[in-house]
T-cell receptor, first 111, second 115 residues
Framework: KQEVTQIPAALSVPEGENLVLNCSFT??????LQWFRQDPGKGLTSLLLIQSSQREQTSGRLNASLDKSSGRSTLYIAASQPGDSATYLCAAQGGSEKLVFGKGTKLTVNP | GAGVSQTPSNKVTEKGKYVELRCDPISGHTALYWYRQSLGQGPEFLIYFQGTGAADDSGLPNDRFFAVRPEGSVSTLKIQRTERGDSAVYLC?????????????FGPGTRLLVL
């Protein structure tokens, strides 16, 4: 059974700092790894999807990497802004359609 | 274009009552998913529809939970004899064809509170 863990559970940084969020998964037989953002009281917004054959994906100030063999993914946020404050969730998709989520990292960027 | 919509946004009910939660996927999306998110947790998979049929219902916790998608678009999640432990945010997502190369697009969720 796939299990996804995110560390740290919460992170507070000053504006402008570069930061890394970590995600680990127990079953390396995944098809993709996705990162989502969730704002309070809102649904999930997809940020990046990394296919199992890829090692990283980039979108603007966001870069996500995937190392299947070690069961790890990282989300790098460059030059953080207060508007980046949210909960970030990673999710692994294996042979079925369902996504298996971690509990998320709550990020606060202080002005 | 319009995203995934869910109604109601909030639902308060009493233990033992029946509730229905509705999801309108993005137009043309054949795949539809239901997830449940408890406080402080990540979303947990409930059920996946491909068209009108439930292709995977392995996440439904028990037989009090049932979902339908009769015309391959709108879906309704039905919960009988609600319990306090059913309190959570119920999220719906859709994707164009399903499969593992596509992003799932999520709605804002229905916040269910069982008193």
């Amino acid at each position: 059974k796939q299990e996804v863990t995110q560390i740290p559970a919460a992170l507070s940084v000053p504006e402008g700092e570069n930061l890394v969020l970590n995600c680990s998964f127990t079953d390396s037989a995944i098809y993709n790894l996705q990162w989502f953002r969730q704002d309070p009281g809102k649904g999930l917004t997809s940020l990046l999807l990394i296919q199992s054959s890829q090692r990283e994906q980039t979108s603007g100030r966001l870069n996500a990497s995937l190392d299947k063999s070690s069961g790890r993914s990282t989300l790098y946020i460059a030059a953080s802004q207060p508007g980046d404050s949210a909960t970030y969730l990673c999710a692994a998709q294996g042979g079925s359609e369902k996504l298996v989520f971690g509990k998320g990292t709550k990020l606060t960027v202080n002005p | 274009g319009a995203g995934v919509s869910q109604t109601p946004s909030n639902k308060v009910t009493e233990k033992g009552k029946y509730v229905e939660l509705r999801c309108d996927p993005i137009s043309g999306h054949t795949a539809l998913y239901w997830y449940r998110q408890s406080l402080g947790q990540g979303p947990e998979f409930l059920i996946y529809f491909q068209g009108t049929g439930a292709a995977d219902d392995s996440g439904l916790p028990n037989d009090r939970f049932f979902a339908v998608r009769p015309e391959g678009s709108v879906s309704t999640l039905k919960i009988q004899r609600t319990e306090r432990g059913d309190s959570a945010v119920y999220l719906c997502a859709s994707s164009l064809f399903g499969g593992n190369l596509e992003t799932q697009y999520f709605g804002p969720g229905t916040r269910l509170l069982v008193l």
